[in-house]
């Protein structure tokens, strides 16, 4: 993991995209006919599910290349990964009550995937905790990537249990299309978020690895000359 | 003798042997349903609606107390890597003791009916088939439950970590569990319970072959 | 020609966290040897011994234990190796002859009816480990290291929760050992007991090794502290 400023250039990419399409669409896209101006918190919402799943994503392939090749880099990125995904979990889950509230005057409307999303800022943050008790580092490393895989495997599973279970109840639910006069501040808002995560991630995973190093024992000096006697 | 064999039996003994904590835990369950009760307040109507989410709330407690017992005595002395070293295959070690859960939470489940029946004036006549899902969602504990269970059993804040880990996902399986048996006692007009049976067996089946795969990495160094 | 080596390292090192509790110890054992391995409390005596059992890997270096390599072929020398730790591998709600038929099961044969009355726990044979006081954990350990029939057998301290009649125990239980042709290692810090048992002699001193030779020209006690 080196020094170079590359995570810092694309953050910040990210983030004059994420101001492009967030002002776009909350000053100039046309107003949505039904829902009015609160439709517009989908312009940084449907990016940021959209990327926490590629996060989570992400995270899975680190932990599946953790297991199979170990090594320090995937497990720092690894950490990384699963600490972006349950802040943007958690802030998708702010965001559909922000949305849910004045549309429907409840605070959460049990759609399946903000529902799965609330599941996966437990199910992830869990594995955030197991990490904190976890000591030695090759242990953590191992088990957090097994956690991840664990975890991941299960994200169709909630899905579709939640959605068969909230079909029988069905009243209100998130706008699952999007009509084609939003789809450019939406575009440019779910590319200024990736580049943002990336970079984001990238510095994470680096400090990540120098506290790796900071944990682990030195390199071992040189051999003491061994006494009388010899080897064998 | 083959080794899953070895384990199961092993594993079926220690269950055996160590009973007592079966019957507190079973208490446990007992008294959580109990609680349920108070909660929602005598309006058996209420209560009928909820009690099968009562029962496999109460069971899901305490399968955390079973599941966290079942390697107690694993790590007391060491004594499972004492297997390991003999040598005997993760896999049999992990399957042993993951049938032995099954059963342990099964008769649970089946222990706690008829407490449920009496709380919250719940009955069926299909017995067999409420077996059959309890079985199922006992199941679809114990997989990932035994996994965790021997992960956690290894780390100091072993109570809170079991649930934090496993709570989260098993939620396919309870929404499963927990419509197959309302759809058991309350009425299943619409046939639906095939469907939520699938997804019971479908998590079962791929945590069961999952976790298997995995065991090994969690108990060897 | 020389006698092969039941076990030989090369650079083995282990770390905990910070602290290298193995540092760079390169060592061969001949096959059918008697070994004392000494040092203080802290040397990486249980350390070494749990590496060449495959309990822990390495962090650096090889090792290779009756002709298979620690890493990669753990299964192959877990079936040669037996090893008596300071945790007794046992299960304290089982009796002792459970315990045994619970290994021997795993082992795929049947537990020899007398290696309970060997170890001079024939009275309480059926009664829970969970009753039983130090020393006698350490009879019934000592009963499943010798069922194992290893031809690699690693002794962790094993003299100490032992009674004297005990010791004398573990040194018919080595002696047959040593007869059968087997390879034992044995750390253990009762030195003089050592110098009379064994072959050879290894020192460790804060996880490397410091002195290794015949044991009966073990450095004295002052050295290896007590």
């Known amino acids: 993991m080196g020094r170079k400023p590359w995570p810092f250039v694309v953050a910040g990419f990210g983030l004059l995209l994420l101001a492009w399409g967030t002002i776009w669409g909350l000053a100039f896209a046309p107003k949505e006919v039904y829902m009015g101006d609160v439709q517009r918190i989908m312009y940084v919402h449907v990016p940021t599910a959209w990327n926490t799943m590629l996060v989570l994503t992400f995270a899975f392939g680190c932990a599946v290349v953790s297991l199979l090749r170990g090594g320090w880099a995937w497990d720092a990125r690894l950490e990384a990964a699963v600490e972006a995904g349950v802040v943007m979990s958690i802030l998708v889950c702010i965001q559909g009550s922000i949305w849910a509230r004045p549309t429907w005057g409840v605070w959460w409307d049990w759609d399946p995937r903000l529902t799965t999303t609330a599941v996966l800022v437990f199910a992830f943050g869990a594995i955030l905790a197991l990490r904190q008790f976890v000591d030695d580092p090759v242990k953590r490393a191992v088990w957090s990537a097994v956690a991840v895989v664990i975890a991941y495997v299960d994200v169709p599973l909630v899905y579709y249990s939640v959605r068969w279970w909230n079909s029988l109840h069905q009243v209100q639910s998130t706008p699952q299309t999007v009509s084609r006069a939003f789809h450019w501040p939406l575009r440019i808002n779910a590319f200024g978020v990736l580049f943002l995560m990336i970079g984001v991630i990238a510095l994470r995973a680096r400090v990540a690895f120098l506290r790796r190093e900071g944990e682990l024992a030195p390199p071992q000096p040189s051999p003491a000359a061994v006494g009388a006697g010899g080897a064998r | 003798m083959n080794p899953l064999a070895a384990a199961l039996r092993k594993d079926l003994l220690l269950q055996w042997r160590t009973r007592a904590q079966f019957v507190a835990v079973f208490v446990f369950g007992a008294s959580a349903l109990l609680l349920f009760s108070f909660a929602s307040g005598p309006d058996s109507g209420a209560l009928r609606q909820h009690a099968a989410g009562f029962l496999w709330l109460g069971l899901m407690l305490s399968s955390t107390l079973a599941l966290a017992d079942s390697f107690e005595s694993e790590m007391a002395q060491r004594a499972l890597e004492g297997l390991l070293l003999l ?135 | 020609m020389t006698t092969p080596l039941a076990v030989e390292t090369a650079g083995l090192s282990r770390r905990y966290g910070r602290r290298w509790a193995l540092s760079d110890v390169s060592l061969g054992i001949e096959a059918g040897s008697v070994v004392m391995l000494a040092g203080r409390n802290g040397s990486g005596k249980s350390t070494l011994l749990r590496v060449l059992a495959t309990a822990l890997r390495p962090d650096h270096g090889t090792a290779r234990v009756a002709g298979h390599d620690v890493r990669h072929e753990r299964e192959a020398i877990r079936r040669e190796v037996a090893l008596l730790a300071h945790q007794s591998f046992l299960y304290e709600a089982l009796t002792a002859r459970e315990n045994l038929h619970v290994a021997a099961s795993f082992l795929g044969r049947g537990a020899e009816a007398d290696l309970i009355a060997r170890v001079g726990l024939a009275g309480r044979a059926d009664d829970p480990v969970a009753s039983f006081s130090a020393g006698m954990r350490k009879r019934l350990a000592l009963a499943r290291v010798l069922l194992q029939d290893a031809s690699v057998v690693l002794l962790d301290e094993p003299y100490g929760e032992l009674d004297p009649p005990g010791f004398d125990l573990l040194d018919g239980a080595i002696a047959e050992l040593r007869a059968r042709g087997a390879t034992v290692i044995m750390a253990t810090h009762l030195v003089e007991r050592g110098r009379r048992l064994c072959d050879r002699a290894l020192l460790l001193e804060d996880g490397r090794l410091a002195w290794s030779g015949a044991a009966a020209a073990m450095p004295t006690a002052a050295h290896v502290g007590e």
Do not use: H
Request: with cysteine; proline share 7%.
């Open chain 2, 87 to 221: 040598p005997a295959e993760p896999r049999a070690l992990y399957y042993g003791k993951a049938i032995a859960n099954v059963l342990q939470l099964t008769l649970l489940g089946a222990g706690l009916v008829p407490l449920m029946v009496v709380l919250y004036d719940v009955s069926t006549a299909r017995v067999p088939a409420l077996l059959g899902v309890i079985f199922l969602g006992a199941a679809g504990l114990s997989a990932p439950g035994t996994l965790y269970s021997a992960m956690t059993a290894q780390l100091r804040a072993r109570n809170t970590l079991l649930p934090l880990l496993l709570f989260p996902l098993v939620v396919p399986a309870l929404l499963g569990a927990v419509k197959a048996t309302a759809l058991l006692l309350l009425g299943d007009p619409m046939g639906q319970l095939g469907s939520w049976v699938s997804l019971l067996v479908a998590f079962d089946l791929i945590y069961w072959s999952l976790c298997g795969l995995l065991f090994e990495r969690v108990v060897e160094d």
